[in-house]
């Protein structure tokens, strides 16, 4: 990763993602950013992904690679970034108006920040099944563990490292595990920053308590807080400490990783 001033570097992990990409793509171009580079890394798709990718002007690179997994997918895109800033999208998500602008400007202006992540609003298409989630606002906004909300200094990589490929599930809760030990700098935006759509494809709504790897994430937390004080595990700062609205409520998060098989 060799870094280019200002560039933003979209990394978007495709699985079988033909129907969803060009809305992700478009939700990008409207974002009136620039500089700008869309990476598309499509996981072993068998659909029509790689001939939909191709056929959209705004996509800067597309790669195929092996099914390996989200980690591998956002890995991959991750060594071929030149951008300054690293943002994700899921290929069955979309984002805000506007949230490029907002979130590039506080980083800008607080280089101390390493992380700007926002809020996720909700949205179920046609066919998707019911949640049960107490939302934040009538707008079904949650505060949550997600990639897709986020803008970060792509030396934040360097410290935290990057994503766990043995996991197919929770590899991002994973990795803002890890950036919490480090002692990352994050703030959670009132905004919303992730449109994340639901829907009856969803890989994480026929996901069982045991394949999310929830609970082993969090003991490999755990076990690597003992190890640096030798002894009882160091606390991490709550969720709440980050979000400037003090009313952070993270629940048990919807992983990354729904079109990346």
């Known amino acids: 990763m060799t870094g280019r001033e200002n560039l933003v570097s979209v990394i978007i992990p495709a699985y079988n993602a033909a129907s969803f990409l060009p ?6 171009d409207r974002q009136d950013y620039h500089p700008l580079e869309i990476i598309v890394v499509d996981d072993g798709s068998t659909d029509n ?13 597309y790669i195929h690679q092996q099914n390996q997994g989200p980690s591998a997918a956002r890995n991959r895109g991750l060594k071929l970034a030149e951008g300054e800033f690293i943002a994700f999208l899921d290929a069955d998500d979309q984002w805000p108006t506007g949230k490029l602008e907002l979130q590039i400007g506080r980083l800008r202006a607080e280089p101390q920040l390493d992380v700007v992540l926002g809020r996720i609003q909700y949205i179920s298409l046609p066919g998707a099944e019911a949640i049960d989630i107490a939302f934040e606002t ?11 909300s986020g803008v970060y ?6 410290r935290v490292g990057l994503f766990e490929e043995s996991l197919r599930y929770s590899e991002d809760v994973d990795w803002f595990m890890r950036a919490r030990e480090e002692d990352i700098s994050m703030v959670i935006l ?26 082993a ?5 755990l076990e690597r807080r003992r190890r640096r004080s ?9 969720w709440s400490h980050y979000d400037e609205t003090g009313r952070s409520r993270v629940r048990p998060p919807v ?4 079109t990346s098989a």
Do not use: C, W
Not at 49 to 61: G, K, Q
Not at 153 to 158: I, L, S
Not at 230 to 238: M, N, Q, S
């Open 230 to 238: 030798g002894g009882r595990p160091v606390h991490l700062k709550p």
């Open 190 to 215: 009132e905004d919303v920053t992730l449109l994340y759509q639901l829907h009856p494809g969803n890989m994480t709504r026929a996901m069982t308590g045991d394949s999310s790897k929830l609970a």
């Open 255 to 258: 992983p990354a990783g729904k």
């Open 153 to 158: 200094r792509r030396g934040v990589f360097e």
């Open 49 to 61: 992904t790689a001939d939909v990718a191709r056929s959209l002007p705004s996509v800067s690179r």
């Open 138 to 148: 009538e707008e079904r906004t949650l505060t949550h563990v997600h990639l897709g």
């Open 23 to 28: 809305h992700a793509v478009a939700s990008i």
């Open 217 to 221: 994430v969090m003991r490999l937390s």
